[in-house]
């Protein structure tokens, strides 16, 4: 086995891929940005989510220890925040007034459904759990005090509207982003400026005074709500410190999400924020950015969704192998075709586990005839994990491990089957596409995975199965047909029959 590769990712903030070198040696303390609890994440979101997991994993499989802390949104976050200052209106309140925000009593009730819904998504693409993940609205008194500590640095001021921070007070102000001039950043928000009492075009909101937002705090400046930029710093610092390793998000955070995080959190404590900035490029669908309107706009759930829910029956581990098989830094253009030949991997990878275990269940003697070799593509995945995520070069080197483990299927005996159980349970753990993580009744229990009609599948399936031992053919088919209808594939293996939910793709 190869000693353990050294573990490089570019860096955002010196545009160069650098090694990841803790404060605390073995440690890896970071942060991702979560997402905004207004509606279902999309699988764009999902791709950046899997950059982190993917950082998770490879720290991991390095020997590290790692802190995890990755948020979630549920107020703040305005819809113009991405042009740079804080205006227009709250999303949670708007998708509130939505057709599909109709159904919930508040915006309390919307935002807990959809982070319900967002974990449940979440344990279906077998991500790992972070270590802990907060929520804005369980940190506005940190936030409150944040801001104060702010304004008493001489790095905040208030208006009639709001409180703001003070770009001119903090020097490096632009330097992840590469927007470090004046003229540059006021051009960027010069159509959002809505608060007249600003000091200046460039400043972004810390707090905004509103007694008639339906989610509002009592502050030293009366009622309102936390900026979107400032919950982030709070959050980052209240269980990393003051200095983290790496902070990682989408391209599209680098500013000004990220860019206002740096400014207050260097200005609260004096300190390097982040070492490290990692961001995950954007996603495309057939070549075209991804939009409602084109018809090419996909939450996970309307992938991995059953026929009846509306969904089109694509195995969950199959689109975590779509959604990694491009590496984080380039951009990656989604197609069916890759969702395809992702789902025949997948059930390849499956095919040759269930060989795997039935061989090492027969007991039968021998030598391990496939552990080096399977050892040496282990390496090779992790050696390319460790370069900057390089997923594309893993997974080749996870495919054809299986494909060795499928040429000698029939020679496995218990020993080579235990070593290539051994592999197949490290490569999972470094990229997760063979098995889920979590039993399917945890799983279940986000109310994401249960299959409703799978008691009544197994019955039909069964009753088949002993029509056709029957020689009943006429039967066996008409059950087919009926299985067929509630989207329902039969195979007739050696071992049995087995059933998986056919695609509509």
């Not at 740079?84 to 309140?93: H, L, N, Q, V, Y």
């Not at 496939?370 to 995945?381: H, I, K, Q, W």
């Not at 986000?446 to 039909?460: E, G, H, N, T």
């Amino acid at each position: 086995m190869d000693p353990a590769p050294e573990f490089r990712l570019y860096n955002t903030l010196s545009n160069a891929v650098e090694p990841v070198v803790p404060r605390e040696a073995g440690h890896l303390r970071f942060y991702s940005c979560g997402p905004t609890v207004y509606s279902y994440a999309h699988i764009g979101n999902f791709r950046s989510f899997l950059t982190a997991d993917l950082i998770l994993r490879t720290a991991e499989a390095l020997g590290w220890r790692t802190t995890y802390v990755t948020n979630v949104t549920d107020v703040g976050h305005l819809t113009e925040d991405d042009a740079a200052d804080a205006s227009g209106e709250d999303r949670m309140a708007k998708a509130l007034r939505s057709k599909e925000g109709e159904r919930f009593a508040n915006v309390w009730d919307l935002a807990r459904y959809y982070t319900n819904e967002l974990l449940a998504d979440w344990n279906t693409l077998n991500l790992r759990d972070p270590a802990v993940r907060p929520r804005a609205t369980e940190h506005i008194r940190e936030q409150i005090a944040a801001v104060e500590q702010l304004i008493e640095k001489g790095h905040a001021y208030e208006t009639e509207q709001g409180i703001y921070f003070s770009v001119a007070s903090f020097e490096g102000y632009g330097r992840l982003s590469g927007n470090e001039a004046a003229e540059q950043l006021e051009q960027l928000v010069r159509d959002t400026v809505s608060d007249p009492g600003k000091r200046d075009p460039r400043d972004f909101a810390l707090w905004k005074k509103d007694p008639k937002h339906l989610m509002q705090w009592y502050s030293p400046w009366g009622w309102g709500f936390p900026g979107w930029h400032i919950e982030c710093s709070v959050m980052a610092r209240a269980y990393l410190g003051d200095e983290i390793d790496l902070h990682a998000g989408g391209e599209d955070l680098i500013f000004p999400h990220h860019e206002c995080e740096i400014a207050q959190s260097e200005s609260l404590t004096g300190k390097t924020f982040s070492k490290h900035w990692v961001h995950t490029r954007f996603l495309q669908v057939e070549g075209e950015k991804m939009a409602k309107r084109t018809g090419n706009f996909f939450t996970v759930r309307d992938l991995v969704g059953t026929a009846a829910s509306g969904g089109r029956g694509v195995d969950p581990l199959a689109l975590r192998l779509a959604l990694i098989s491009g590496q984080y830094r380039k951009p990656f253009n989604f197609t069916k075709e890759t969702l395809k030949a992702s789902a025949k991997h997948v059930e390849r990878f499956r095919e040759i586990l269930s060989a795997v275990d039935a061989a090492a269940a027969a007991g039968a003697g021998g030598a391990d005839r496939v552990g080096e070799r399977l050892d040496a593509l282990y390496d090779r995945a992790l050696a390319a994990m460790a370069d900057d995520l390089n997923t594309p070069e893993a997974i080749a080197a996870v495919i054809e491990g299986f494909k060795l483990l499928g040429g000698m299927r029939a020679q496995l005996n218990a020993a080579s089957a235990a070593g290539a159980r051994a592999w197949i349970a490290r490569v999972n753990a470094l990229l997760g596409i063979v098995e889920h993580e979590k039993p399917l009744a945890e799983r279940a229990a986000d109310a994401k995975d249960a299959d409703p009609d799978a008691v009544r599948i197994d019955a039909l399936v069964a009753e088949r199965y002993a029509a056709r031992a029957a020689r009943d053919f006429a039967r066996a088919d008409a059950l087919r047909a009926e299985l067929a209808e509630l989207g329902v594939e039969v195979m007739d293996t050696p071992d049995g029959p087995k059933w998986k939910r056919a695609s509509t793709l």
